[in-house]
């Protein structure tokens, strides 16, 4: 079983504007509703590419409710806990004249310091019934910086990180098997602009030198970086029509996820992972995968050996 767990997830809005302008009224000409937050794009993504997994988060109000309603009708395998703060709505304008995404994202507030426990001992439990590890997503406002390093120990199960900033520097020291930040959040992690592939290499290196086994990084449609201690490879993705880029990258880890759930090899499964990315680009709701469309894109994908 894959485990993907994380404490930000969403109630997601989807609008689709003919044209969006910024400071005007502008009216959606179709509306969407799902369960999204990278924590539940990822196990919706592992469900609907028919691997064994189940999805761990916190949920609270009436959207929190709507999430769990969802899961049970698509029958994914979830455990929840119950929190008194209300799930939190993000919302995507799709500008079909343009072709541009925007996102208006409602940041997590503050749980209470007994879920944050009862969360740690439940996670224990299900983790040491799985074979992969997915935490994904940021911390909540007044969570413990080193709470994902805290949900890692004891564990010998290999991990796949895709998180950022202090909470991913504190869990480098349990050795995961993947990080997988964007370009952007690398750049937060390690506290510099990162102006060319060079600076980009080295950062992700550090990384390595500091516990990852391995780095995984992407930058939306351009080229995704891999790196171990002893080797690089660049990896070119495959035209994809864009409909909706929102959870792309969720999307990769899951996918990159199963791989490793199948014991392919690392760059297997980043193409695999990729191949989900482009398959996901073009669909109007995140995550809902086909399985058959997602191996065809990662049979595309072109690698580059940079030994």
């Keep these: 079983m894959i485990l993907a767990a994380g404490l930000t997830p969403a109630w997601q809005q989807i609008l689709e504007c003919d044209r969006f302008s910024v400071g005007h009224v502008n009216r959606a000409r179709a509306v969407h509703w799902c369960a999204?937050?990278?924590v539940l794009n990822v196990g919706i993504a592992l469900h609907?590419?028919?691997?064994?997994?189940?999805?761990?988060?916190?949920?609270?109000?009436?959207?929190g409710e709507r999430l769990r309603a969802e899961f049970a009708r698509e029958s994914i395998d979830a455990v929840w806990m119950p929190t008194q703060v209300p799930t939190r709505v993000c919302t995507t304008i799709l500008d079909r004249a343009t072709g541009q995404t925007t996102e208006l994202v409602e940041n997590s507030a503050p749980l209470e310091p007994e879920v944050l426990d009862r969360f740690i001992d439940a996670f224990r439990e299900h983790a040491a019934a799985s074979k992969v590890l997915v935490l994904s997503g940021s911390l909540p406002e007044g969570t413990p910086p080193d709470y994902y390093r805290r949900l890692l120990v004891s564990m010998s199960v290999p991990a796949i990180l895709d998180i950022r900033g202090p909470e991913l520097l504190h869990a480098l020291e349990r050795r995961p098997l993947v990080v997988k930040p964007n370009r952007q959040e690398l750049?937060?992690?390690v506290g510099r602009e990162l102006t060319d592939d060079a600076a980009l290499l080295e950062a992700m290196r550090g990384l390595n030198a500091r516990g990852a086994e391995?780095?995984?990084v992407t930058g939306?449609?351009?080229p995704v970086w891999m790196t171990s201690c002893e080797q690089t490879f660049?990896?070119?993705?495959?035209?994809s029509t864009v409909v909706n880029p929102?959870?792309?990258g969720d999307c990769l880890a899951a996918g990159l996820a199963w791989g490793v759930r199948q014991g392919w090899t690392m760059l297997e499964s980043v193409r695999y992972g990729m191949g989900a990315a482009a398959d996901n680009l073009q669909r109007l709701l995140p995550s809902r995968l086909d399985p058959v469309?997602?191996?065809?894109?990662a049979q595309q994908v072109e690698v580059v050996d940079h030994r």
């Design 246 to 248: 929102i959870a792309c």
């Design 36 to 38: 999204s937050g990278k």
């Design 214 to 216: 391995w780095v995984v």
């Design 187 to 189: 750049e937060r992690t």
């Design 48 to 63: 609907h590419l028919g691997a064994p997994a189940r999805t761990m988060s916190v949920l609270g109000g009436p959207h």
């Design 293 to 297: 469309r997602v191996m065809d894109f």
């Design 234 to 239: 660049q990896l070119r993705p495959p035209s």
């Design 220 to 222: 939306g449609g351009a």
